[in-house]
């Protein structure tokens, strides 16, 4: 088991993003809604940074579960949408699966609306298949705090390794010192940790105050 | 251990549902005791449906523990009651055990009040006896959070497989593209995520507004 | 404000049911949604034991907000619905004021979703032309706790009274002692205190003892 | 007291926002910080499409307190910034209160970060000196809840009128049925109910299969 | 309103125990049922020590409700029972309003179970009969948190004066300066803040250092 | 690791109480100090009826830490207490081992106040040593909850088995059908499961109703 | 009631800190106590700054309610205590309330441990005696999260005016623009808001950057 | 993995703590502040009354992130600060590889601001390189709650162990009967549990009263 849970390597990678639809997130109890909308959003939008392959699809969309969020091809144009026909488990989906083998890529990364569901069985599927599993759960979202407690202990159980979107995005990205630095400090600013846009601009207010002088007008009182 | 905890051969279940008595579930501090009954109850159509054997029991039930809920029986009238003569681990009851054995299936899908014993230890004593132990830990009701807790570890350190009412319905149904996919649509709107109701609610009245146009008065006002 | 917080002249009494819609439902999120449509249920069913006159109303019900749950007028079969022309607060709806005076009672019973606009404007409206108003503040739904807080300390401060749905159905009810007694009793199990149902079942199972014997086989082992 | 609390007249008000910083921001512990500043953006965009005269105002910017968040004079073009000088209670400012004079406008609006200070004081002291105050709590963030608790109290007592950003928008809009309709839906969706985007997708899709057709390919299958 | 709202008169009082029934205990979800027993036994302790008249009453005994917990006219042998022939308000059943009257006494002290009917109703229904009306809030048990709080508004906007346990016995007792004042320190220790226990132990050893000597031994070691 | 986690053999088991002392009880936040107390009496009670040997030690109970609470060796009048000459680990003083292996037992029921210290420590240190080491985690205390949490991973990591005071008392009576049967009932619903000492009551009740008739008396209003 | 709630006149303020001690101090739940502590603190501190004259007294602190906390006379060198005979109310001390008559000063500003009691008393006390009492609840500490609930709204009801310590120290400041701002930006970073010192450092870093450049070496790498 | 989860040996630890920096603190969310600032110095002084080396780091410092907390340095006077060119795993900064290798030690005990990335990423590398890794997980801080929850789940899975503060700091010191007992008793009651400093006021006081008498003056009253 351990031998799986290591750092990942980012050019094995493929990303599997499942059934973040509309109406599925209007059942998720573990985490805001709003909450769970960025965090997928930024990993499409990683995913595009580093050029990793993106699988989508969508678990009967016609019906009250609603559509997939358009954000994820819209942040991740480069996906590749799966339709089902029915089958819960992705992974009993066959070209879901050959998509994923065309890729040539061994390690998963996937995040699914129900957790407990739509992430955990293509993992555990993944797991039997002979692929590491990395579940970002914090990007899945699901139908009660105690059923994520339990998918957290049995997709450990089974090998998969739990992760959320914070440290996903910082091991894909690795370094600070590339090219896409920025880039990834507004996927995480913006999406992810929005109470660092805060410091953000403390920081350039401090900063304002030695070039540009003080604006209180303590002076001017009385 | 991980070798246990794949997906579910819905062929080789049996279901063991423990102790869903009245008064026990009085006892019950970590999920509201409705959602605890329907959850058993959606156990049990889920049984009933795919023609899973069930076996139920009850502690000590002419005492303050109380009768077993009847919706158990009446929404799974197949399952047979073992009575029991004062074991607390169903597992020491010969028996039961035996009625195990009479199926023939070697995948337990167990719930039971309380989790941290009428659960735990059958769940415990089957892993020892060679049995696979799926365990839905909120569809059984225990008498304190932390306790649920600690048998979600103790469990899942034991080899058993923890689970949710929902990812166990969802993994013994495995497709919607069956003839009884809208039968295990209403056990989930019903039983398991209710807030689904509203969801096809919406659902139906969109589509009625394109169908037969607005009942919005908007051009009457001024 | 003292003189009109008393208690309730269940003869004097016109309910309000205003915006239960289930678009708006899924937005809510200071009680569990299939607790609000029960309490919502339990109120209606309380006005046609009680032949209390039922006005409801919707918020543009041909748009995401989504339509009235059924229930509402299934268990009240006696409500007027009074549609709306895109006014927030009911009171602002001309016809929906004149139903409300052709009932000639002077006090009102709300609940309204969400309940910090739906249920408080027709409160505070209300009070304001002079009707005492009872508000059932967790029969309505808000989209924050923080939001609900609130809206109770505004409806307080204004001269509404803030109530829960079981006094509500306690205060109309008065009294055991009549032949609609078990009526009231299976609204409040069924749709307020399910945990009663459990009381109830122990309490048979007690009886059962007594009258029929043991079914506990203690005798039997070893 | 009660006399002060009926509904608002949206001709009579203006809005005071104070102290939206972000140094103060960080130390906000009562609702999550991207909470308050959409909160505090949805004030501003509404005051912008009535017209609602804005007065905006900081506490010692240049030092770590930090600088107001530029979003509200970005949506409130409009808006006036009052410099104080060092007073904490901003209608201890003789300025600013001139401001508000000069609007002849007697309904005041407020939000203030933090709520128990920068809220609480110019609402008492607006209501000692003869205006209606109403304050937005949840668009000014605490330092603690309890801290939130005690200043909820604090103002009720006080005579001014406690709301929720939701409720405020939408008793200043009054009506769907007027030319900002769709605009005012937009504030709610994008700052107020992110969940509402959500019901917006499912309405759309549902529509969608109706004019469009299905996308599940249920016959695909086998 | 503020006039009744003074410390009580120990003299003046007349403490009702409303409706303190094993089942409804059953069904409180507002605090821990083993410390509302406690609380309500901490009353009737403290009602003997201080000769204060108590009246009991119960709703229904013989169904599901249950009956009086024991331990009220245990510790409070002076108790008078007043059966009630249905009413849900106690105030509406003419012996217990006739027993009230006989004690000549004008200060209420209540609890009941369930607070927002059974405390609330008979509160209420007092302060309209001319009496004070103390509500001791955690010693009577609600079916859910929210009911509480909208209880607590209500009662205090009717003018009824919402306290806790605690400060009942020490506002009962006055001061340590007296003959029971161990007994108080008793009832407080056992039934109502049972962390003092821990204190009074290290208290005692502490001093038994300085007078015996220490149990430690260091000295052995190595 | 898993084959140490089966059902617990009550003929082996050595029961260690480790620093409950009335100092380190008002540190605990992870648990009410009261069930605390109320557990580990519970542990004593069952090791008493069992004659299950049980060892006691003290972490410096000369200073603050204060002394062992005095009902674990009234409850358990024949437990050995062993000082301590300064070891926070207790395994680390040979006569805590030596008092150990004197017993020839090798399943170890541990529990320790604070959790992840006085508990997790000596746990460790046995499985090193090749014991059995059975964790009663809720009838420790620990200083924090996410102190807790940390202990529970750290000590199933290390092969320990988490559990509850309830399941460890049901895993060592295994049958109601046994002499003890009710004094085991007795130490549930005293210091485990209050919230049992209501469903007594009310069973009783029901049953008193069928032989004696009822209190209740209907037929005397009006 | 309203006339009494307004800004507070700081030359006008008595401050009551009344039974802040160790053993009490070991009671409180409502806060953390670390926190209470620093609050306390933060208010002798304040009083010092200001000149206000403080009274302090202590509940029997030779017993297990332990000393009062050193740090209060520590900060406010100027305060007097006040032995108390017995009396739980202070306010039934005659030198207490001597004590006040001859500062002269109507606005008492009181705190104290607990808040239900200690500082419940002496408020409503000081309210029928005439003068001002501002109630600062964070800095007092009660025995349960409910008995603070019921404190507010009893206390409020009685006119005192409920307040939180940040608002207290803010509110008797008025100013940054004074010779003591900085003494009070210190109370405040080290006592009430320590999360404020995080930004203090953030603010020196990013002002260090610009005049004293980078410590980052990106260049460096590679 | 079982095999590296033994108590620690003091003398082949060398501790990391990295990133403890102003603006990062201010997006924890798992654990008060100034907690979490309070246990980064109880590790730094533990560190230095044993004499373990320490190796600090932080990540881009010069941006919002802000500059490490002084303290570290100040309490761990000996740790060496070895900066970063923009690896966000500080593993991946050859010279902090190279300084652990230095100093010839096996173990690591890391904290790391945030939880999920600085304390997750080099605990994983380090147990990848052979080492042991303690992970001090409420040292740390982190951005969400469930990412800590996963954070524990991943790591342990990976084999490194969880601890907290108070277990860190009792497992190097391991005795109270050394030189340095009462320093790490100073740690623990200043910057670990703080109401410990309670105890030790009231152990105090309680011992006073015996040598010194009481101040209580029951005598005088009346």
Partial sequence: MASTNGMIDPDDVVMLLIDHQSGLFNTVQDLPVPDLRNYAIALAKTATLLDIPVLTTASVPDGPNGPLIPEIHEFAPHAQFIPRTGQINAWDNPPFVEAIEKTGRKTMVIAGTLTSVCLAFPAISAIEA???????????????????????????????????????????????????????????????VPTYKCLMESYDKAQAVVKDGPETMMDRYQ
Same sequence: chains 1, 2, 3, 4, 5, 6, 7, 8.
């Fill in 130 to 192: 002979g692929y590491k599993a990395y579940c970002v759960v914090d990007a899945s979202g699901n139908w009660s705090k105690m059923a994520t407690d339990l998918t957290i202990a049995r997709i450990t159980q089974a090998g998969a390794i739990p992760m959320d979107t914070f440290a996903m995005v910082a091991e894909l990205m690795r370094t600070w010192n590339r090219a896409e630095g920025s880039q990834f400090g507004a996927i995480i600013a913006e999406h992810i």
